[in-house]
């Protein structure tokens, strides 16, 4: 079974700290994913990267950054967190090939800024 | 914009009844399509996934697909309590990165 690890799952940061969200996966996989997920508002996609050291923006990438220096790791980075930051953070992976691969989904971080 | 469109809920059926879960999508070039449940407060897991046109089976669910119309569907036979959740339909339709567009949810309910 595909494990995928985020390393908290419940977190509390103050308003201007440098949060970081770390998330690993064991299958191998090439895509890795970054969502965050808030009432009425779904799924949204922040960053994702397809290669170490590659990355590319979602549909919500104002305010955080990420890393992927080895395959297996990908870290969320919150620069400085402020309270509409407050929200659960899910990391996903997938397979790159063959095509039509579904996403895999750690059991979320729980974020919240005060 | 690609949007995946699902009705939010709650859907309420009574145990043992089938439940139908419905989700359109605008991308006609779409190529693979999932569902996910969520329970509260937890993450999504992956259900089934369907890629061509027709129905696909997996125990008490199925999968339907009709790309002419744009449409995809989840039923689940003989409903159970634990079926309540939130389903999540996402769609993939191609490129770099296995990219899904999520869909908002249906919230099922079933009742005993």
């Known amino acids: 079974d595909v494990k995928v690890t985020q390393s908290s799952r419940y977190l509390v940061k103050r308003t201007g700290e440098k949060v970081f969200l770390e998330c690993v996966q064991d299958m191998d996989h090439e895509n890795m994913f970054w969502y965050r997920q808030d009432p009425g508002l779904g799924l949204r996609l922040i960053y994702f990267s397809y290669d170490v050291k590659m990355k590319e923006k979602g549909d919500i990438p104002e305010g955080y950054s990420v890393s992927r220096e080895k395959k297996e790791r990908f870290s969320l980075i919150l620069e400085s967190a402020s309270t509409n930051q407050t929200s659960m953070y899910l990391c996903?992976?997938?397979?790159?090939?063959?095509?039509?691969?579904?996403?895999?989904f750690g059991d979320g971080t729980r974020l919240s800024i005060l | 914009q690609k949007e995946v469109e699902q009705n939010s809920g709650p859907l309420s059926v009574p145990e043992g009844a089938i439940a139908s879960l419905n989700c359109t999508y605008s991308d006609r070039g779409s190529q693979s399509f999932f569902w996910y449940r969520q329970y509260s407060g937890k993450s999504p897991e992956l259900i089934m996934f369907?890629?061509?046109?027709g129905d696909k089976e997996d125990g008490r669910f199925t999968a339907q697909l009709n790309k002419a119309s744009q449409y995809v569907s989840l039923l689940i036979r003989d409903s159970q309590p634990s079926d309540s959740a939130t389903y999540l339909c996402?769609?993939?339709?191609?490129?770099?990165?296995?990219?899904?567009?999520f869909g908002g949810g249906t919230r099922l309910m079933v009742k005993p």
């Open positions: 996402a769609v993939r339709a191609g490129g770099a990165g296995n990219m899904l567009t």
């Open positions: 369907i890629y061509s046109n």
């Open positions: 996903a992976s997938s397979q790159d090939r063959p095509g039509n691969q579904p996403q895999h």
